[in-house]
């Protein structure tokens, strides 16, 4: 099993570029997130999905957007980044809403 | 609005002492967690507390939850160089699916 899988690891960006973040989860996890995790502020949610074809905005969802059309990949994208979004970027599942989340190994993104 | 504060954010500690990591909430939930952090790396799930009273202990560490003072503890006892790493609560927004992570709590244990 591979746990929780993220595409790429690393990113470098301009300003105004696109770019599309992959999670990949073998667990058959009906819930899985995204959250971006700056120094001294801990993780915080931008977008989660209860289900195959669901998706609901998190703490701070806005210049994200995010896909859920197999259960078993949960896409972040940015349309336009921007240097705010420079970050690390992590993805989890979890079985359901009473269970533990498991991360993937994190993004690195850095927009300039 | 849930709020979730951990105190302290950072800690330094000498080996074979104790302490307690507090995690305090803001409003009703009934689902915290646990998570480590080592620097560099992802987070890996410690502990899942689901209910008040709830006691759950692993090792070295142990922590409870008591959903009334919406406040959760984490015990470290005879502290090894191995715990050093970052601490994280975590809580459920109570009837929904939102999880709040706390701040962190930095802790190093000097040899």
């Known amino acids: 099993n591979a746990g929780v899988t993220q595409t790429p690891k690393f990113r470098v960006l301009k300003t105004g570029q696109s770019m599309t973040l992959l999670c990949a989860q073998d667990m058959n996890h009906e819930y899985m997130y995204w959250y971006r995790q700056d120094p001294g502020m801990g993780l915080r949610l931008i977008h989660y999905?209860?289900?195959?074809?669901?998706?609901a905005k998190g703490e701070v969802p806005d210049g994200y957007n995010v896909s859920r059309l197999k259960k078993q990949n949960f896409l972040l994208g940015l349309e336009s980044a921007a240097p705010s979004q420079t970050s690390v970027y992590f993805c989890?599942?979890?079985?359901?809403?009473?269970?533990?989340?498991?991360f993937g190994p994190g993004t690195r993104l850095t927009v300039l | 609005e849930l709020k979730v504060e951990q105190n302290p954010l950072f800690l330094s500690m000498q080996e074979g002492k104790n302490y307690t990591i507090y995690c305090n909430y803001s409003t009703t939930s009934d689902r915290l967690y646990w998570y480590r952090q080592d620097p560099g790396k992802s987070l890996e799930s410690l502990f899942v507390?689901?209910?008040?009273?709830a006691v759950k202990q692993e090792g070295r560490l142990m922590a409870s939850l008591d959903t009334k003072a919406r406040l959760s503890t984490l015990h470290i006892t005879a502290a090894v160089h191995d715990l050093s790493a970052t601490y994280f609560c975590?809580?459920?927004?109570?009837?929904?699916?939102?999880?709040?992570f706390g701040a962190g709590t930095r802790l190093f244990v000097k040899a």
């Open positions: 507390l689901l209910s008040n009273g």
């Open positions: 999905s209860v289900g195959e074809g669901t998706t």
């Open positions: 975590a809580v459920d927004m109570s009837g929904g699916f939102k999880t709040i």
């Open positions: 989890a599942s979890s079985r359901d809403a009473y269970n533990e989340q498991f």
